[in-house]
């Protein structure tokens, strides 16, 4: 039987995963309201309505390569904890406006994780995704390009 978010496509990872994607290119959010409280809300949502804040990405949910096999194996928790290093390593080419408010973001979705029972302590994901932030970390930060938008994060 498949459990519910391999039914509707993880979407709380794939929350997850747009967060890491918005910070990754920084692009402006459309939405009226800031995109750190829709996030929030979005995930409250999920969590009221039955979704697993403990889940594993599972392959076999899958029939063909997704945007979800760099993921495969990761809690949601897990996949926040990549977006911290990542953001972590392109401090150096961000404002720290940006940098603090995306900190305050992954803070803020964490929390809510937490409170709807995530577990911190967990056997880790494959390796290769936190051993290839760790070189890149080494070598050069992820390219973020601040916007306005993230800019505008801090100051709420």
């Known amino acids: 039987t498949m459990s519910l978010s391999a039914v509707y496509q993880y979407p709380v990872h794939s929350a997850l995963i747009a967060l890491r994607k918005h910070l990754r290119k920084g692009t402006e959010s459309k939405s009226s309201s800031s995109p750190e409280s829709s996030l929030v809300r979005t995930l409250r949502v999920l969590f009221e309505h039955g979704f697993e804040p403990n889940e594993r990405v599972d392959r076999t949910a899958f029939t063909e390569k997704t945007a979800f096999d760099e993921f495969v194996g990761f809690a949601p928790i897990q996949i926040l904890a990549l977006v911290a290093l990542e953001l972590d390593g392109a401090k150096g080419e961000l404002d720290a406006a940006v940098v603090n408010s995306g900190s305050k973001l992954i803070a803020d979705t964490a929390e809510l994780l937490v409170r709807s029972g995530a577990r ?10 936190f051993a290839d932030i760790r070189r890149r970390r080494t070598q050069r930060p992820l390219p ?6 993230m800019r505008s994060w801090h100051r709420r």
Do not use: E, G
């Open 144 to 149: 973020v390009r601040p916007t306005s938008a």
């Open 120 to 129: 911190l302590s967990l056997d880790p994901p494959p390796a290769a995704p």
